[in-house]
Nanobody, 122 residues
Framework: QVQLAESGGGSVQAGGSLRLSCAASRRPYSREVIGWFRQAPGKEREFVALIRATGRSPLYADSVKGRFTISRDNPQNKVYLQMDALKVEDTAVYYC???????????????WGQGTQVTVAS
């Protein structure tokens, strides 16, 4: 079991940056994967990025590749999502989640945070 808490969301102008944090109640096991997902109003929740607890093999959705960077700080039990060159279409509630396998399928993620709102204005 693990509890997750996201923070760092807010409102920003297009082209700006935000850094989201995901704090876990325990250190992720080496086999685990931490992912970021987002859900925009009226849309399905979608994959954004993931990283192994070891810090290896980051994976990004095509829509954020080159603009977002996922990283982890295991001593702090945190995973970050640095979001640069934000676009209006990045507006969504962002969630972090933990899975026990390397996958971008949200159905495989067992633990979820409550989400943090990101709003990008034009």
């Amino acid at each position: 079991q693990v509890q997750l808490a996201e923070s760092g969301g807010g409102s920003v102008q297009a082209g700006g940056s935000l850094r989201l944090s995901c704090a876990a109640s325990r250190r992720p096991y080496s086999r685990e994967v931490i992912g970021w997902f987002r859900q925009a109003p009226g849309k399905e929740r979608e994959f954004v990025a993931l990283i192994r607890a070891t810090g290896r093999s980051p994976l990004y959705a095509d829509s954020v590749k080159g603009r977002f960077t996922i990283s982890r700080d295991n001593p702090q039990n945190k995973v970050y999502l640095q979001m640069d060159a934000l676009k209006v279409e990045d507006t969504a509630v962002y969630y972090c989640a933990v899975a026990s396998e390397y996958t971008n399928s949200q159905t495989s993620y067992d633990y979820w945070g409550q989400g943090t709102q990101v709003t990008v204005a034009s």
